[in-house]
């Protein structure tokens, strides 16, 4: 394997499902990241785990819970769900020097959710 | 007001055509800017990377900034259908994580 993996590619669930989405870095970056892209919007951060640590929430609902076990390794976990929530998930990495980022991400394929 | 404003398109142009892209943004502690490509059912790659105002070039790929305007800019020469894809110009400040994208202007080049 190599990049950025996400699984699973797709994903329908229920409002009242609790589920998850994988991602895996191979790049060994110690920056890792959470995207939403819905149509005809720009990319929306979600959070951002720089040395397996949260530094950036922003201000998202409280239904998507992050969870980042190692610098490799970032979990998004799904609960009660709203049909406003379907979108394609991006996870993206990077590599964060002397605390500077550069803004090279490095993203996955998605994940493409949709919440019934 | 966005921070940075991106015709979503789509644009189609014939094969060989040269194609202009572009983004304004109002944020004038932006330094470094970028021009990501998206495939269809793919996530974003980094096409071109610069730093403060000036050109870059990489093949057939020229990137512009012009901060003056605020004004950033994507020439794709010699376009090929395999240039087909949304093109996502971003920008960041060089502090903190967050980039600020635009929305995607979609590319069509036909034959």
């Known amino acids: 394997e190599t990049g950025v993996t996400q699984t699973p590619r797709h994903l329908v669930m229920g409002m009242t499902n609790k589920k998850s989405l994988k991602c895996e870095q191979h790049?060994?970056?110690?920056?890792m990241y959470w995207y939403k892209q819905s149509a005809k919007k720009p990319l929306e951060l979600m959070f951002v785990?720089?040395?397996?640590?949260?530094?950036e929430n922003n201000s998202v609902p409280s239904r998507f819970s992050p969870e980042c076990p190692n610098s490799s390794h970032l979990f998004l976990h799904l609960h009660t769900l709203q049909p406003e929530d379907s979108a394609l998930y991006l996870c993206?990495?990077?590599?964060?020097?002397?605390?500077?980022?550069?803004?090279?991400?490095?993203f996955g394929e998605g994940s493409r959710l949709t919440v019934l | 007001q966005k921070e940075v404003e991106q015709d979503p398109g789509p644009l189609s142009v014939p094969e060989g055509a040269i194609v202009s892209l572009n983004c304004t943004y109002s944020?004038?502690?932006?330094?470094?800017f970028m021009w990501y490509r998206q495939y269809s059912r793919k996530g974003p790659e980094l096409l071109m990377y610069t730093y403060s105002s000036g050109n870059k070039e990489d093949g057939r790929f020229t990137a512009q900034v012009d901060k003056s305007s605020k004004y950033i800019s994507l020439f794709i020469r010699d376009s090929q259908p395999s240039d087909s894809a949304t093109y996502l110009c971003a920008s960041f400040t060089g502090g903190g994580n967050k980039l600020t994208f635009g929305t995607g202007t979609q590319l069509k080049v036909e034959l």
């Open positions: 993206a990495s990077s590599q964060v020097r002397g605390g500077m980022n550069t803004g090279e991400l490095f």
């Open positions: 790049l060994g970056h110690n920056a």
């Open positions: 785990y720089n040395f397996k640590e949260q530094t």
């Open positions: 944020n004038s502690a932006f330094q470094y």
